[in-house]
């Protein structure tokens, strides 16, 4: 297991994607990797992650990154993370509701959480409250 980066601190941001390439080439038994807050994490380094760490069962990438559409090719074609059982790609602009409902469905035993997150602030709650909307409504997949 291997985790990256902090929601509350922000440490992610200093992963690059040489980072993330180093790991895919260096650590192919790897089961659970988990990128936090890495905004400097792109297509190219996810890719990669996908073709390389066939034994992952958890992948979480969790900021507001800079993934692609692309970055799921190799999860809807056969043979990417064979082992993988659950995906957390929240706060990916990139990435939307379609394409990921067609990853739940080409990918039956695999649990997916994407969409976006909430800020824990107390003005974001408020925020919420005053559109009659609660924590999590932007959050989306197979996982809720």
Known sequence: ???????DTGDGVWLTDAAVLHIAEKCPN???LQLSACTGVTTRAFVA????LSQLTEL???????????????LLKAGALPKLQKLYITDQSGLGYEL???LIKKRKGLRVLAGTTDSDSVA???VLSQMGADYGDGLYGNML
């Open 1 to 7: 297991m291997l985790r990256l980066g902090s929601s």
């Open 30 to 32: 790897l089961v659970v």
């Open 49 to 52: 992650v996908t073709e390389k």
């Open 60 to 74: 979480h990438d969790r900021s507001s990154g800079k993934l692609t559409a692309k970055a799921l090719d190799p």
């Open 100 to 102: 990921i409902q067609r």
């Open 124 to 126: 974001w709650g408020c």
